[in-house]
């Protein structure tokens, strides 16, 4: 989908086919306390030129020594950037979209996330806002028909 062969990728760093102005936003979450998956959003640039968006999960793998090994990066959905209502999200809005939506309360998600339960409630009105959505269920619809949340 994006254009490039393998030869070409062959040795090449993540950031050199990606537009990605935060790194270390994905590094921190990472490499948080007991994160054992991140999910985010990201650019990827096409060899012809513009962009698709991903959807990708990150895991973090330890050595035998529970020390940071690796991290796998695995893309769930590609798709064109005029086509993801996700991507009038910022990555904290997402984060709580995801959060919300597997059923935690603000309160929870603060923890999770290490801000305040109003923060969070902040960061839910806002995504609501941005994606004209009404309520909570409402939300939880929206998160299954774009695969963020199944049933």
Do not use: C
């Not at 979450?29 to 990150?58: C, F, I, K, P, S």
């Not at 709580?96 to 603060?110: D, M, Q, W, Y």
């Amino acid at each position: 989908m994006l254009g490039w062969n393998a030869s070409e990728l062959r040795g090449a760093n993540l950031a050199d086919i990606t537009h990605d102005d935060d790194h270390r936003l994905l590094t921190e979450g990472v490499l948080a306390e007991g994160a054992r998956n991140v999910t985010r959003q990201r650019q990827y640039l096409r060899r012809a030129g513009g962009m698709l968006w991903a959807r990708e999960r990150y895991s973090l793998w330890r050595d035998a020594e529970d020390r940071p090994r690796y991290v796998l990066v695995h893309v769930e959905k590609l798709s064109d950037a005029g086509d993801d209502p996700l991507q009038r999200l910022s990555p904290r809005e997402r984060e709580v979209l995801e959060l919300v939506t597997a059923g935690l309360t603000s309160k929870a998600i603060a923890a999770r996330l290490n801000i305040s339960a109003p923060s969070v409630d902040t960061y839910r009105s806002r995504l609501m806002l941005k994606l004209d959505i009404k309520d909570v269920p409402g939300l939880v619809r929206f998160a299954i028909r774009h695969g963020i949340a199944t049933v």
